[in-house]
């Protein structure tokens, strides 16, 4: 074989762990996962710490005892290693290269200025931290250390979302858009104890923080990112919160308006219920609508419905629905976002296209809002700054 035969070797993002609970066992499984159509980029994870080390090691053999995909394959030889500490994962000397940090809420903050001030490219888990006081320190700082950061919100990065996008905007299969309603909601209150972190103050739990932002997303992707709208901010919001007994919110409703192309969102939140399964989000345009399906954090598939008559105001008449199925195949679903990642990094980006400082500012400047206008507060302290 000569030189320019030999198959080019991946990109390979080497990944230190910070947490490991629920959500970071789900990533690394994924970052593990062998797709043989994805030949750009593959992931390593060097280091994975916790504040035992005992189960930062019971995690690696649980979740992935050969690494990751490139150390399955052999493309990276070292094995992940279990640290006792965050602290160390920081520091590690091996080659870490970008941080995710999988833990609670109110530690999001701290998590990622201690790698960001390392010099460590981060992917923290949403949301990003409590404020959007405390996203521009978080983005100030990367710029300073010339670093990559994103919030991991993996929805955006799924293969549904960018058909969501095409349909709406590309293809304009709906018309002009109008109006997205749209519920994110999971019965853990009441079924959880109250000091889980969905639930407990201390935890910055409550529906919004939790589940929030895959509520308000439709809305952002169909109306903010309407081209027609040229990124004018929502306006209008009105919101109300039901609280639970720890004083976060167990049900969030709010709306907002874009004025610039005459729509409306509405939207609502829950740790008290589930969602309606069938039809958790409708977006409707002047020549049809688009029902998502399943959980709006990872849709199952969307049905795009046309109207077969002349504009009306008594729609009686439809054409056959198309069903789109999502792509999503073994496992959670994270590789997306996993991937998309590692070409910024590859590529030297100090942000996702996909997923910009921007978008993460818009959505936390807005649950500030609507933290105000529901009374919901965090203890002194929580916020730092
Ligand atoms: N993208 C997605 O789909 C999802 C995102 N998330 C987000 O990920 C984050 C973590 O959620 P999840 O994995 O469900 O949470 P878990 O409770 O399962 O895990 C969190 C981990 O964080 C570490 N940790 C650090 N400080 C604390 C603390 N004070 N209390 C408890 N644990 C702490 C622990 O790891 P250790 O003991 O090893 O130090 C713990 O295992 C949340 O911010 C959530 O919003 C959650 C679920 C899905
Ligand atoms: O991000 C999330 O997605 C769905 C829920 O499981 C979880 O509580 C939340 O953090």
Request: with cysteine.
């Amino acid at each position: 074989m000569t030189i320019t035969d030999s198959p080019a070797q991946p990109f390979v993002a080497k990944w230190g762990i910070i947490g490991c609970g629920w959500i970071s066992s789900e990533f690394c499984k994924d970052l593990a996962f062998i797709r043989p159509e994805v030949t750009d980029v593959s992931h390593a994870v060097v280091a994975v710490g916790s504040r035992d080390k005992a189960k930062a090691a019971a995690f690696i053999a649980e979740n992935m005892p050969q690494g990751a995909r490139a150390q399955v394959e052999g493309v990276y030889s070292a094995k992940p290693q279990p640290c006792g500490s965050y602290d160390e994962v920081y520091d590690h000397p091996k080659d870490v290269d970008i941080i995710y940090i999988g833990t609670p809420n109110q530690s999001h903050f701290t998590a990622a200025k201690a790698a960001l001030l390392r010099g460590k490219h981060v992917l923290v888990e949403k949301p990003a931290c409590l404020n959007a006081a405390e996203w521009a320190v978080l983005t100030a700082l990367a710029e300073e250390k010339r670093v990559f950061l994103m919030e991991g919100l993996w929805t955006r990065f799924q293969p549904l979302t960018s058909k969501l996008r095409d349909a709406l905007h590309k293809d304009k299969l709906i018309g002009d858009i109008k109006f997205v309603q749209s519920d994110f909601s999971m019965a853990f209150y009441n079924s959880l104890p109250d000091t889980h972190r969905t639930i407990a103050l201390e935890a910055a739990g409550g529906a919004m923080f939790d589940l929030g932002a895959y509520a308000m997303l439709p809305a952002l992707i169909a109306l903010h990112e309407n081209p027609d709208n040229h990124m004018s901010p929502p306006e209008h919001l009105s919101a109300s919160m039901l609280k639970t007994r720890q004083g976060t919110d167990q049900s969030t409703s709010f709306s907002f308006d874009f004025p610039r192309i005459d729509a409306k969102a509405i939207m609502s939140t829950s740790i008290a219920y589930n969602s309606p399964k069938d039809q958790p989000c409708v977006i409707v345009g002047t020549k049809g609508e688009i029902v998502l399906h399943g959980h709006l954090s990872r849709p199952s598939g969307m049905t795009i419905k046309i109207i077969d008559q002349d504009p009306a105001p008594f729609i009686t008449k439809w054409k056959e629905p198309v069903k789109v199925d999502a792509d999503v195949g073994p496992g959670f679903g994270l590789y997306f976002e996993a991937d998309s990642v590692a070409r910024s990094l590859r590529d030297s980006e100090l942000q996702n296209a996909t997923m910009p400082h921007s978008e993460t500012a818009l959505v936390l400047g807005l649950f500030d809002s609507i933290r105000k206008l529901g009374g919901y507060t965090l203890p002194p302290g929580l916020e730092q700054a």
